[in-house]
Nanobody
Framework: QVQLVESGGDSVQAGGSLRLSCVASGYTYSSDCLAWFRQTPGKEREGEAIVYKCGWITYYADSVKGRFTLSPDNAKNVIIMDMTSLKPEDTATYFC??????????????????WGQGTQVTVSP
């Protein structure tokens, strides 16, 4: 059984930075991708990843491109996301997920099998 543990969530002011980490244990090579999703207050978890890494392939959603960066020096079972220039609209619970989605479907939450409990990020104006 794969378990994912997120950490790093906190409360910051707009323009601030945070680093979110996720470690997968019980990790098998059947899960090739690690991704971050988020759920904003009062809404369902977003159906598309904001970032993911699958081997050497990385992806950033337009909403975070240029502000969020995946640390490149991670083991396969770790995903670390550096968040800069945070905005109030980034306030959300951030979830780490692991899975083996097919190319072209790696952004979609439904293709990820394992999920962490989430870590809260709050950005105040």
């Amino acid at each position: 059984q794969v378990q994912l543990v997120e950490s790093g969530g906190d409360s910051v002011q707009a323009g601030g930075s945070l680093r979110l980490s996720c470690v997968a244990s019980g990790y098998t090579y059947s899960s090739d991708c690690l991704a971050w999703f988020r759920q904003t207050p009062g809404k369902e978890r977003e159906g598309e990843a904001i970032v993911y890494k699958c081997g050497w392939i990385t992806y950033y959603a337009d909403s975070v491109k240029g502000r969020f960066t995946l640390s490149p020096d991670n083991a396969k079972n770790v995903i670390i996301m550096d968040m800069t220039s945070l905005k109030p609209e980034d306030t959300a619970t951030y979830f780490c997920a692991a899975g083996n989605p097919r190319p072209g479907e790696r952004r979609l939450a439904r293709n990820y099998d394992y999920w962490g409990q989430g870590t809260q990020v709050t950005v105040s104006p």
